[in-house]
């Protein structure tokens, strides 16, 4: 044993998590490296019911007695009296905060971080000035947005003229249009137009996780301030992208996104591996897909599109490739076979016991049969209870003569094997109908086998495609089918051909 100091400085005591001192306190503890916790207080350990509550009961499992410097052994009272003051404590002061950021808000003073287009006085707490050079590409967004101009083409056009972004490392059409529930993005913020907006969202912790997730506050908890000094644009001009926000937020029945496609949020540009999304359709409706970076900000050099049909057929015909496999089909034949042979035990189990239930029936109404014959017992008596054992064995012969007779041989019928590899062969067919059909069990059913499709450009051929697939093909038969496939890259498959070994390295 030896003495050893655990600390999480500048660390909430609301969660566990991120506590790593605490954390490397409960692992030693299981190594038995100490047999006493000594704390300043109980606070010390957690600040949270469930998880002060948790570490007494794990260290006291151990034999591990935790002591507070000025209340001596701690017991399961003291623990749920300190869990109970730290918590109303942490959110007690939780409140204390808003309400003075509320006070903050009420004289016009910022209440968190730095919106873009401002900058904070040295200081001066609370207290904005505008930056011109910002403001410029503000007034640029608003204006080219009434103009009829798309965010996403406007984030394109500020990354590729080298203009630096509130945050990250390029402009996004997310950046610029926002989320409506939260207020948030730059076309939404009403302090460019001189309307300080706060408690637009609350933070509340995941138990789980400990992380810190961000909720939207309904409009009537709001708070507004007004601030002339900080306007940007003018208020015709916000009036006038909200109008048109609205008008773009009427969508008609016929262009709702209609049902998940089979490789929706599965598709990767091979190119930088951003996701890819649908980009339209040609004269003949077939739809094409392309990189999202260079949809949306332009940062991928492959801004050439492919045709989401020819993707789709793709990775059916690697997964047809797959599942032709000499091993695979073994194993659809070992799995069929276990089956088969599973059933047919609890089928003659069930018959069994069937047989067996009928058999002491038959027994117990032979016996009261003679016993009224031979005058023992009282007629009133066994008469009713005959015919009510009469009645259970009709019930039971019945249900026995439903069962199937009972199996004897499992064996493997040639016209499965047959069936198996027409199923395959329908297999693009069936599926690609059932998905355009709305089919979402379809879709799922693939999805389920699949993690990631790269989609790479084939330069030999025109229009050429070739697409990585990495899955999980166990879901269908388990591990043994594919020992070496979880979580696995399958291979290239070239649109129209076969399927090549993946390069190596990828």
Not at 228 to 257: D, V
Not at 272 to 293: H, P
Not at 326 to 354: C, G, H, M
Request: net charge positive.
């Amino acid at each position: 044993m030896s003495d050893r100091t655990y600390d999480d400085r500048a660390r909430s005591g609301g969660s566990l998590m991120g506590r790593n001192g605490l954390l490397q306190l409960l692992d030693d503890a299981r190594e038995k490296s100490f047999d006493i916790v000594i704390v300043e207080a109980l606070d010390r350990l957690s600040r949270d019911m469930e998880d002060l509550a948790g570490i007494h009961k794990r260290l006291s499992f151990l034999g591990i007695e935790i002591r507070a410097v000025h209340e001596g052994v701690v017991n399961t009272v003291l623990v749920g009296l300190r869990g109970l003051v730290g918590q109303l404590y942490r959110e007690d002061n939780a409140h204390k905060v808003r309400r003075g950021l509320a006070g903050r808000i009420k004289q016009g003073l910022a209440g968190g971080g730095l919106t873009y287009g401002y900058a904070a006085i040295a200081g001066r707490t609370g207290e904005r000035v505008i930056v011109e050079a910002e403001a410029q590409i503000i007034q640029r967004i608003f204006q080219e947005y009434i103009e009829g101009r798309t965010p996403r083409e406007i984030a394109h056009d500020l990354n590729k003229d080298g203009v630096s972004p509130p945050r990250g490392r390029a402009w996004n059409a997310s950046t610029i249009n926002g989320n409506l529930e939260r207020g948030a993005g730059i076309l939404q913020n009403e302090l460019y137009v001189g309307r300080l907006v706060w408690n637009k969202v609350r933070m509340v912790k995941d138990p789980d996780t400990g992380k810190r997730l961000s909720r939207p506050n309904p409009r009537s908890e709001r708070q507004v301030a007004d601030v002339p000094h900080l306007a940007i644009i003018k208020p015709e001009l916000f009036a006038a992208a909200q109008k048109r926000k609205e008008e773009r937020g009427h969508t008609h029945p016929s262009h709702q996104r209609r049902p998940r496609r089979m490789l929706s949020g599965l598709l990767r540009c091979g190119w930088c591996g951003a996701g890819m999304s649908t980009n339209g359709r040609d004269k003949s409706g077939r739809v094409r897909i392309r990189c999202s970076a260079a949809t949306e900000n332009g940062t991928c050099p492959d801004a050439k599109t492919f045709y989401l049909d020819t993707v789709e057929s793709a990775v059916l015909t690697g997964l047809q490739a797959e599942l032709r496999a000499p091993k695979v089909i073994a194993e659809y034949v070992r799995t069929y076979l276990e089956e088969r042979k599973r059933l047919a035990i609890t089928s003659n189990a069930k018959r069994q016991r069937l047989e067996q239930q009928l058999a002491q029936l038959n027994r117990e109404i032979e016996r009261l049969v003679d016993a009224i014959a031979k005058g023992h017992g009282d007629p009133s008596i066994l008469g009713p209870r005959s015919t009510a054992l009469g009645a259970e064995r009709e019930r039971i012969s019945e249900e026995l003569r439903s069962e199937p007779p009972a199996a004897k041989e499992v064996a493997l019928h040639p016209a499965i094997l047959k069936r198996y590899e027409e199923q395959l062969g329908r297999l693009e067919e069936a599926l690609t109908k059932g998905i355009r059909s709305g089919d979402g069990e379809a879709a799922e059913a693939i999805r389920d086998l699949i993690e990631r499709v790269t989609v790479f450009r084939d330069p030999s051929r025109l229009g050429g495609v070739t697409v990585e697939i990495s899955g999980r093909l166990n879901a269908l038969l388990g591990e043994k089918a594919f020992p070496n496939q979880v979580k696995g890259v399958w291979g290239k498959m070239v649109a129209g051909e076969g399927l090549e070994p993946p390069t190596p390295g990828l």
